[in-house]
């Protein structure tokens, strides 16, 4: 396992210690919270602890299930207790940029039903302004040229739509997902999300503002956690 595999696996299995028996818990996407995925399947079978989850994506519904984590659907719970998920960036006031994975969507719906969000990530995905990691927005396939036109126009960047080969990507709802090349200039997060749902075509743009409680940040010195002052767990 190389370096960064090794941390991504690191932050993954701490965020564990916010699972305990009785919980419902959301389950992120991506390569970091996978191994949060994997672990929490070991507590079920090696140490019977009792939890369902609930996936964000298609893609961890499999893995969820294939290491045993029963899975409930969203609509069938009150509440979720915490979310665990990765990032591809957060800046101090643990706003976020997620959808490199394109499973912002289900993300963004699972972590609002969510009492607490735990982010998992290394050192990498730590910055000081969001916006150098192209930002995910969710677009309908109608028309998708003109609403990432739109996007180009508001954001003032270059909008890609995110591609397989010759085929646009389609997310686990149908759509397609368009990159903003913003730049790391992002310092007002919730305008921008404010703005960007505005547009017509957009389904959900990868901004996950005043959601996150803690990062768990893996880098060659260890695990920290970083606890946000102003969210839920806080002391
Ligand atoms: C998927 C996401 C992921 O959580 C994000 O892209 C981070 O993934 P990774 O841990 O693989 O870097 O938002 O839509």
Known sequence: MDKVELLKQQAGIAACKYVNSGMKVGLGTGSTVKYTVIELGRMISEEGMEIVGVPTSLATQKLATEVGIPLVELSDCTHLDIVIDGADEFDPEFNLIKGGGAALLREKIVAQEA????VVADHRKQVDTLGAFPLPIEITPFSFEATIRQL???????VNCRMSGDNPVITDNGNYIADAHCGPNLSNPRNTEMEVLKI???????????????????????????????GRLAE
């Not at 180009?152 to 270059?158: G, I, M, P, V, Y």
């Not at 075509?201 to 503002?209: E, I």
């Open 115 to 118: 009492k607490a969000m735990v």
């Open 152 to 158: 180009s126009r508001l954001l003032d960047c270059r």
């Open 200 to 230: 017509a075509g957009v389904v959900q743009v990868g901004l996950f503002n005043e959601m996150c409680d803690a990062v768990i940040l893996a880098n060659s010195d260890g695990v920290e956690l970083l606890v946000n002052q102003n």
